[in-house]
């Protein structure tokens, strides 16, 4: 540019005209690249502090801009939970939906799914997601639990007694893993799949439980209660109140606290 510039006014200093040169445009610079994971961050931190909208922008922004597949599955459960804070329960499921889609052989993708069609009330489809997660994890107590239930209320009563039949049969074999499994980790596996059951009787196998001489066992039994509620059954507390007072393995400890404060 400098030298556009002193041959210029070397021309006006001699008298010599000419026409003038046509402007040059302005040069442009290309837009620089979003950036995803921020983006994803500044979304997080939106929904957090209950800003919906801009949560909404954020995590939208990333959807189409990731290229990290783990990043826009995020993105998508943060658009559908945004969209589900604003009440829009058709886009929630919308998004909910790419997530399946993206991930379709995972049972948190598919149980997310059947929240938000739960949500947006819509039964048969949250039926529809239910057997999806079931066939992906067979042990999981509470889809089988929630699938009942929708069956009941969509007038598939008969569907729904099935389902019962196939969720107390995965009940009694962990029950019974729990119990009798030489392995420490095939009990306390057991003990993890009991947490999604809902009903006294698991609750006080889980308390039988915790005298395990393995830790890891009754750690397990601990959080599987917590999920259940401790005052399920009036032995529970009693027994986790006692376990506290002579346990001296600190997990162990730190899930007891954890249950008996509703955690």
Known sequence: MKRVVLAAALVVGTGCHRKADAPRPAPTTAAAPLDAAALYVKGKAALENKMFSEAVDDFTKVTTSATDPDLRVNAWLGLGAAYGELGDHTRAVAAFEQVTVLRPDDGDAWRVLAEGMAAAGKRDKQAAALEHLIALEPDDLAAYLDLAGVDVAIGKSEQS???????????????V????????????????????????????????????????????????????????DPEVRPALNALMKKETDGKVRAAVDDALAGK
Request: charged share 30%; proline share 3%.
């Open 177 to 232: 893993q729990l119990g009798k499994a030489k392995d420490p980790a095939a009990r306390a596996a057991a003990a993890e799949v009991l947490g999604g059951a809902r009903d006294a009787g698991t609750a006080r196998a889980l308390v039988l439980a915790l005298t395990d001489k393995d830790p890891t066992v009754r750690v397990a039994c601990a959080e599987s209660l917590a999920r259940i509620g401790v005052d399920i």
């Open 161 to 175: 007694a099935d389902v019962y039949v196939r969720y107390e049969a995965r009940r009694r074999d962990a029950v």
